[in-house]
Structure formats: C-alpha cells, structure tokens
C-alpha cells in the first residue's frame, strides 16, 4: 500500500510563517519587514517567490506595500476593522 504525502510549497510554508509571526506578536503592527531580497537570501528562494509571498500576504490583509519604503505588517485588530 502506497501513501500519499501531501508537500506543502515554500510559498506557502513563509505565507504560514509570517501569518503566525504576525498573528502571534512576534512582528508587531507596523513593523517594517525584512526586504525582499534579505529576505529571499534568508528562505533560499527567488526575488520573485517573496514577491508572490508578500502579495497573497497583502491580499489577505497582513501586510501592506509602500513601495521602496517597505512592507509593513498589519496587527490582528488592524486587520479587523479593515474588514
């Protein structure tokens, strides 16, 4: 009998991991977050993966872009009133 492994992609395991960090505090309101190639040489991925990471992210609500300036994490009751 053969099993099947359901493989999460890296895209999906850094989307997780700052939604926990952000949710969880560990990125608080407001901070700015690491910039896309530190943090591509950080997760050993392309530019264009942190990218495609930071705009589901944004779409989701966690963070926003202000374009060369950054991408800021938004808090849990950020989040909330937004919606």
């Known amino acids: 009998m053969h099993r099947t492994v359901a493989t999460?992609?890296?895209?999906?395991?850094?989307?997780?991991?700052?939604r926990r960090a952000i949710d969880e505090g560990r990125i608080g309101d407001g901070v700015r977050i690491a910039s896309r190639r530190d943090v591509?040489?950080?997760w050993g991925v392309a530019i264009g993966?942190?990218?495609k990471v930071f705009r589901l992210l944004s779409d989701q609500g966690y963070v926003r872009s202000h374009g060369s300036?950054?991408?800021y994490a938004i808090g849990p009751a950020h989040r909330q009133r937004a919606a």
């Open 8 to 18: 999460i992609t890296i895209k999906d395991q850094m989307a997780d991991f700052y």
């Open 40 to 42: 591509a040489i950080q």
């Open 49 to 51: 993966t942190v990218t």
């Open 69 to 71: 300036q950054g991408t």
